[in-house]
């Protein structure tokens, strides 16, 4: 069953803790992608990588951190330098190999980070 | 700066009826437009890519329209059901940017 895993699906973060939320997808992807949504906002893209060992920052990197050391796995660390870190984590892939495909994202199911 | 805008007024209708969902985008020359579903704590859901050189886009009850001219998108959502309750957010740009979606609700 081909498709992107995120786990966990919830979390709960201490103050001052770092935190790592997994991705892995088997539908031999080269592109990855993670997203934070708050309510009320559009889905906001923290770090994308289009190849394995290469990774960019997006638009709200700071206090976040990511790896890509294989083409399956992309896991996203929360740092304690995220001081608003509560929201809904997403993690995305993209084919890159059709014009038409290239730029539809497929999505995982999300994690719900808390602050405790 | 560039900004998608989508209508901020969830969406309530009665089953059967069509819903209208509006997108609007500034500082953007997209070559495509996307929707997606998502539904409440899930991953969001492609639904339908549509072209800057095509007018209209069907995919059984959905119809979207791309004016490139307005730099509006149109999704319609026809003969709606109860099941098509979720929120659906345009996306739009080489690296992706998503509105913050019009959440729809079909009474039944």
């Known amino acids: 069953d081909g498709g992107i895993t995120q786990s966990p699906k919830y979390l709960f973060r201490k103050e001052g803790q770092n935190v790592t939320l997994s991705c892995e997808q088997n539908?031999?992807?080269?592109?990855m992608y993670w997203y934070r949504q708050d309510p009320g906002q559009g889905l906001r893209l923290i770090y994308y990588s289009q190849i394995v060992n290469d990774f960019q920052k997006g638009d709200i990197a700071e206090g976040y951190s990511v790896s890509r050391e294989k083409k399956e796995s992309f896991p996203l660390t929360v740092t304690s330098a995220q001081k608003n870190p509560t929201a809904f984590y997403l993690c995305?892939?993209?084919?890159?190999?059709?014009?038409?495909?290239?730029?539809?994202?497929?999505f995982g199911a999300g994690t719900r980070l808390s602050v405790l | 700066s560039q900004k998608i805008e989508q209508n901020s007024e969830a969406l309530n209708i009665q089953e059967g009826k069509t819903a209208t969902l509006t997108c609007n985008y500034t500082?953007?020359?997209?070559?495509?437009l996307q929707w997606y579903r998502q539904d409440p704590g899930r991953g969001p859901v492609f639904l339908l890519l549509?072209?800057?050189?095509?007018k209209e886009k069907r995919k059984e009850r959905l119809k979207v329209t791309f004016d490139t001219t307005l730099k509006q998108s149109l999704f319609h959502i026809t003969a709606s059901q109860p099941a098509d309750s979720a929120t659906y957010l345009c996306a739009l740009g080489g690296k992706l940017s998503f509105g913050a979606g019009t959440t729809v609700t079909v009474r039944a």
């Open positions: 539908l031999n992807h080269d592109a």
């Open positions: 500082n953007y020359s997209p070559a495509y």
């Open positions: 549509i072209r800057e050189n095509e």
């Open positions: 995305a892939s993209r084919a890159t190999m059709t014009e038409l495909a290239k730029n539809i994202q497929y």
